[in-house]
Nanobody
Framework: QVQLVESGGGLVQAGGSLRLSCAASGRTFSTYYMGWFRQAPGKEREFVATCSGSGRITDYADSVKGRFTISRDNANDTVYLQMNSLKPEDTAVYYC????????????????WGQGIQVTVSS
């Protein structure tokens, strides 16, 4: 069982930056692929980024590539999402999620989810 708690969201102007954190509890954090997803009002939850257990393998949605960076600190059981050059269309509730075995871009592939945190980008 893995419990995930996101932090670091808030309101930022377009062009600004935020860093989201996701603290995990439970054993063997380093064996999980970690992902970030987001969901805007009236839209489906969409993939943002994922990283392998070591953090060396990463994957990003085209919409955030070059602006967002996923990383993890296995010593502290935390995964991060650094978001730069934010745009109003990045406004959403952001979720971190965990899964075993293989990387994935589909929400249904993930076994554990945080409660989500709001990110609002003003124009």
């Amino acid at each position: 069982q893995v419990q995930l708690v996101e932090s670091g969201g808030g309101l930022v102007q377009a062009g600004g930056s935020l860093r989201l954190s996701c603290a995990a509890s439970g054993r063997t954090f380093s064996t999980y692929y970690m992902g970030w997803f987001r969901q805007a009002p009236g839209k489906e939850r969409e993939f943002v980024a994922t990283c392998s257990g070591s953090g060396r393998i990463t994957d990003y949605a085209d919409s955030v590539k070059g602006r967002f960076t996923i990383s993890r600190d296995n010593a502290n059981d935390t995964v991060y999402l650094q978001m730069n050059s934010l745009k109003p269309e990045d406004t959403a509730v952001y979720y971190c999620a965990a899964k075993r075995l293989l990387p994935g871009r589909k929400a249904y592939e993930y076994d554990y989810w945080g409660q989500g945190i709001q990110v609002t980008v003003s124009s």
